[in-house]
């Protein structure tokens, strides 16, 4: 099928959770934050986890998902969300209640080595992280399903969609990174050099990494931004800190090694992409027939936009060609 690459505001996701914080100014360290568990037993989840067990490189392990059922009557379509490098699922709540509101079933998976999954030390690669997401679709017998990815999992969108053509009926690739292949730029990093940066990680690290999303508008920080500094401030505090360190690490190999700038020539679901840089969403979008660009903040879901905006979203998500 011919390639659709449609185009909508996808600054639409979340209206401000609070008053705007110091933008660019260091804050003190919280002292009320408390060790926190690796699996974010007690990150609060907009809906109730489910797991699968699964082996991987003779590990056992188990991913975790939502499963959400449509609010009133059923479209028929099912829509997966896939989380960014820096989140799980967690923080797809609103995006959530806009989508079942139109009728879709939403299933959003944590990957292995991130939120409530089971962290691994084991090679981490996109085509793992698809086949694994093909795994709970099967479980929940799940036959076709509208692909969404975010940031990292616009990445790994977008080598599902190339994996399992028959099981994407649409894409949208939402601030997706991997646009270039970096490995031609830059030599590729000392992997023990790596994890011992992320093992130095300190609430002053954590929040200046998740400030890059409101860069261009540093008084978007708001209370949820802030809530996910602490969240991943408390993991450092844990005594599984190494170990999901080590997996960090790991993972942000990852994004370096395994780019899917090749895979775009090889995606056939209608696909609506949307970056925030507009030259790389420009080139990203010519890379599919009849592709355009526009541009946004980065993490616009956490950004805030008029909820009205998110059900304009969904009904583009099944719009024929």
Not at 139 to 161: P, Q, T, Y
Not at 235 to 254: C, F, G, H, K, Y
Not at 304 to 315: F, H, K, M, V
């Amino acid at each position: 099928m011919k390639n659709l690459v449609l185009f909508f505001s996808l600054t639409i996701l979340l209206p401000p959770a609070g008053p705007a914080q110091t933008g660019g100014q260091e804050v003190p360290t919280p002292t009320d934050v408390k060790p926190g568990s690796i699996t974010c037993e007690e990150c609060p989840y907009p809906y109730p986890s489910s797991y699968l067990p699964l082996t991987l490189y003779g590990q056992d392990v188990r991913m975790a998902y939502m499963d959400v059922a449509p609010q009133g009557p059923p479209n028929g379509h099912a829509v997966v969300l896939l989380h960014g490098n820096n989140f799980a699922g967690f923080y797809f709540g609103v995006v959530i209640d806009a989508l079942r509101k139109e009728g879709f079933r939403v299933i959003v998976p944590d990957q292995i080595g991130y939120g409530r999954s089971s962290k691994p030390i084991i090679p981490y690669y996109l085509a793992d992280m698809a086949r694994n997401t093909r795994a709970i679709l099967q479980r929940l017998n799940i036959d076709k399903a509208m692909i969404v990815g975010h940031s990292m999992g616009g990445m790994l969108a977008a080598r599902f969609a190339t994996q399992y053509p028959d099981v994407t009926e649409r894409l949208v690739l939402f601030n997706p990174i991997g646009l270039t292949d970096a490995r031609f730029n830059n030599p590729v990093g000392d992997p023990d050099e790596a994890y011992k940066r992320t093992l130095a990680s300190s609430y002053q690290t954590i929040r200046a990494s998740l400030m890059r999303y409101v860069a261009h508008k540093p008084s978007a920080w708001n209370s949820e931004f802030e809530s996910y500094a602490r969240i991943r401030y408390a993991w450092t505090l844990s005594a599984d800190w190494p170990r999901l360190a080590r997996v960090q690490a790991l993972i942000n190999n990852v994004i370096y090694l395994d780019p899917v700038v090749y895979d775009w020539a090889h995606i056939q679901a209608p696909t609506l992409v949307y970056g925030w840089r507009r030259r790389y969403a420009r080139g990203a979008a010519r890379r599919l027939p009849g592709g355009d660009e526009a541009n946004c903040g980065h993490n616009s879901q956490r950004q805030g936009a008029p909820r009205a905006a998110a059900r304009s979203r969904t009904r583009a998500l099944y719009r024929g060609p």
